[in-house]
């Protein structure tokens, strides 16, 4: 019986941990304020932009950057570490519909 209590103690003890942790988020997403920053231009027809979001005081960042109408490239860091980079690049879509012309004349 001792044993099935300690269990069953333990078991609360971990949900209590759980929902404590649930709440603190909670919290910190409803408290602490997102910042952001836009920068843009569009000069000769060409636009150039970036857009940054921080959260949590720079722990947690994204930015997101368009220059001259080449690839838009960002990079998302958790505490200063690249969690992950990409590069949206116009030039990826275009071999792709290239590729699919070329494969479109093939059959033919």
Same mark, same amino acid.
């Given at each position: 019986m001792a044993v099935l209590l300690f269990i069953l103690k333990m078991l609360g003890a971990l949900v209590l941990f759980l929902l404590a942790l649930l709440l603190l988020l !909670?919290? !910190?997403?409803l408290f602490v304020p997102f910042r952001y920053r836009l920068s #843009?231009?569009?000069e000769?027809?060409?636009?150039? #932009? +970036?857009?940054?979001?921080?959260?949590? $005081?720079?722990?947690?960042? =994204?930015?997101? +950057?368009?220059?001259? #109408? &080449? &690839?838009?490239?960002g990079d998302m860091r958790i505490f200063g570490v690249p969690v992950r980079? $990409?590069? *949206?690049? *116009?030039?990826?879509r275009e071999t792709e519909r290239g590729? *699919?012309?070329?494969?479109?004349? +093939? =059959?033919r």
């Open positions: !909670l919290l !910190l997403l #843009g231009s569009y000769k027809e060409v636009p150039d #932009g +970036t857009v940054s979001v921080s959260w949590l $005081f720079h722990a947690v960042r =994204l930015q997101v +950057t368009y220059h001259h #109408g &080449a &690839a838009v490239s980079r $990409f590069e *949206a690049a *116009a030039k990826e590729h *699919a012309a070329d494969q479109e004349e +093939t =059959l």
